[in-house]
């Protein structure tokens, strides 16, 4: 058992630095899961807002089938983002500083680079953002407090 002293240097350990430092070591360990459902979420066309970002023309479909794509182009679906397949194996995590960013390599160039730059595209909706917070980050967080405050 822990003494009243013993105790109260473990619990300086758990400051605000070691924490935020603790919490970034948890997302970037949790990297496959946030890359995972951004690309669940841009499937079904969606922004991080939730927000349907652009439906397939005919005109799509018909370049696409020439091309030999992915994926269907149908008419009036959302856009799915798989072309080629560079935008979603381009997929990573960045953590500088006190920012964790999601992006992609394969995200090509001009209008192309444009778009996919400019309609928040990269970043989870709130619902997913809350599970990986609840199913990753949190367990990670409380083992480090229990290791820190060996309970």
Known sequence: MATILEQIKRLEKLNEAEITKQLF???KKAENKFIELNKRQ???GENQEGNVVGEYSPYTEGFADRDGILTDKT???PYNFQWTGDFYKGFSLSISGSEATIFSTG???GEKADFLTSENLFGLNDKNLSNVIREEILPFI???ARTTLKI
């Open 25 to 27: 070591i948890a997302v």
């Open 107 to 109: 995200i090509g160039s």
């Open 42 to 44: 841009l499937l079904k």
């Open 75 to 77: 008419p009036n679906s």
């Open 142 to 144: 409380n083992n480090f």
